[in-house]
């Protein structure tokens, strides 16, 4: 029986890492891809090595539609037949009122979450329309279900992936692809340390006093929504730790162990 082929994006840490590592370990070929050269390097070795499964490692940008085209069409032909593909890539940068934040955060913020999702997802949809099957799976956040203070543009550029999740969905329908939008609440992975531009205090207090989400309960998800029958597609999921219910509300007493 061939393998099934997963595509990743943002695989050099936390979400797109753990998904890499849990789809190599039920067998999958994997694609992986980030712009950090050594980590995607020594990420193929160790699945390759420790899960004994065919991995590929493209280094780029996803916010460059030119790379992301020059990339996807370079793929071996054997490698085309892509059954998941995993929108990871994207992030926070600065957590700043809207009149004191700066514009390149705000270019960051859409370029990799809205912009990146584009570019790769419309390079490879066309891989899964030949075949006429395939699934989509977006990583979103609860920013992209409310509203926060200091919340602004991360928050309008989830609330895109939230949308175009749901147009995909609609308009891929004919093609019988699955698109899967999941909304993360509180996680611990790099996203605070991007957040807060290095800053590694205040990027361990937002995960002080509960316990958060971490990258491998993501993976977990992630495995289960595309694993489940060809006639069943989940369509949206939000998932938080046990502490928060939303981005509003949150218990931070110390009193929840993992």
């Known amino acids: 029986m061939t393998k099934k082929i997963i ?3 943002g695989a050099t840490s936390g979400f797109g890492k753990a998904i890499a590592e849990k789809f190599a370990s039920e067998g999958w070929n994997c694609i992986i891809t980030g712009r950090r050269k050594e980590r995607l390097k020594a990420l193929k070795s160790e699945l390759e090595d420790r899960y004994n499964t065919s991995v590929l490692a493209y280094d780029f940008d996803v916010t460059d539609k030119d790379q992301v085209s020059y ?3 370079g793929i071996p032909e054997e490698w085309k037949f892509i059954d998941l593909l995993v929108n990871n890539a994207g992030g926070a940068m600065g957590r700043d009122n809207f009149a004191d934040a700066d514009l390149v955060d705000f270019d960051f913020m859409i370029d990799t979450n809205v912009k990146g999702l584009l570019y790769v997802s419309k390079a490879i949809v066309p891989y899964m329309i ?3 099957k395939g699934h989509i799976i977006n990583i979103g956040s609860i920013a992209g279900k409310e509203v ?3 919340g602004n543009v991360y928050c309008a ?3 895109a992936t939230d949308a175009l999740s749901k147009g995909m969905r ?3 329908l004919k093609h019988n692809i699955k698109v899967t939008a999941i909304h993360p609440g509180a996680a611990e992975t790099e996203f605070s340390l991007v957040r807060f531009k290095g800053d590694e205090d205040k990027a361990k207090k937002v995960y002080e006093g509960y316990v ?3 990258a491998e ?3 977990d998800i992630v495995y289960y929504c595309a694993s489940l029958p060809d006639h069943v597609c989940i369509n949206d999921l939000v998932v938080t730790p046990t502490a928060q219910a939303n981005s509003y509300h949150l218990v931070k007493s110390g009193k929840h162990k993992a």
Do not use: G, M
């Open 148 to 150: 926060y203070e200091n």
């Open 130 to 132: 030949r075949k006429n």
């Open 7 to 9: 595509f990743v994006t």
């Open 212 to 214: 958060p989400l971490h």
């Open 217 to 219: 309960d993501i993976a």
């Open 170 to 172: 609609i308009d891929l």
């Open 157 to 159: 550029a989830k609330h």
């Open 71 to 73: 990339v996807v069409t």
